[in-house]
């Protein structure tokens, strides 16, 4: 048994209770215009996209998690910020403000459940915006907080190796793509002097492009 499943077994084996997150987290969205991002600056400056970007004002001075109001990543992109920070105007910030709920618990379990959720309160078939009541009626699990440590302990753990991982292999493919171009250039590569260049012309009896067969005659291969 693991650590994780001693400490359930031990603190909360009946279960935990649910509270709506409007009970224990502030909501809201920012003031800033995508037009006011720069490529580096003082503060990160969270817009509607997986891409961090920066200003020289910040916004808000918290532990916070951001997640985009409307676009391509809705219910898909997740920030966890502790700091200063900017928001653009349609990406929503969740600071939690009860004692009995860590933010990066919180912020791992709306990564793993709020997609499906939306999913469901959605009228379409895809989900294109997020109102602020869908986010305020969003169920979350309240287990003690030593599991909750312990939860965020195992997932950062996964998260440090994943990115690890996703760096070794990035930068095994970038050195074997490099390796391909330069053998594939050198082999392919001839001094004049060693080898003659000429013109497909003289080397081929004849050229030509393929045809479609004419209807009711023998069906052939076609390369």
Not at 19 to 26: F, H, S, T, V
Not at 27 to 42: A, F, P, R, V, Y
Not at 87 to 101: G, K, T
Not at 153 to 168: G, K, Q, S, V, Y
């Amino acid at each position: 048994m693991s650590r994780l499943e001693e400490l359930i077994q031990e603190l909360c084996p009946d279960g935990v209770e649910y509270i709506a997150l409007k009970n224990i987290a502030e909501i809201g969205t920012g003031n800033s215009n995508t037009n006011e991002q720069l490529n580096e600056g003082l503060y990160p400056f969270y817009v509607r996209s997986p891409v961090v970007r920066y200003k020289n004002t910040y916004e808000f001075d918290e532990e916070a998690i951001i997640t985009s109001g409307d676009g391509v990543g809705v219910g898909k992109i997740y920030h966890y910020i502790n700091g200063k920070y900017a928001l653009h105007q349609r990406a929503y910030r969740i600071h939690v403000f009860d004692l009995s709920l860590q933010t990066k618990f919180l912020f791992y379990y709306m990564k793993t459940k709020f997609y499906a959720y939306i999913q469901e309160k959605s009228v379409s078939s895809s989900v294109t915006s997020i109102r602020k009541k869908m986010l305020e009626e969003f169920l979350v699990p309240i287990p003690p907080l030593t599991v909750q440590e312990e939860i965020v302990r195992i997932l950062d753990n996964f998260t440090e190796l994943t990115a690890e991982l996703t760096a070794e292999l990035t930068a095994e493919l970038t050195a074997r793509k490099q390796q391909y171009e330069y053998y594939r250039d050198s082999l392919l590569t001839f001094k004049v002097v060693d080898i003659p260049v000429v013109e497909l012309r003289y080397v081929v009896k004849k050229c030509c492009s393929g045809a479609t067969p004419t209807k009711g005659v023998t069906p052939i291969t076609m390369i």
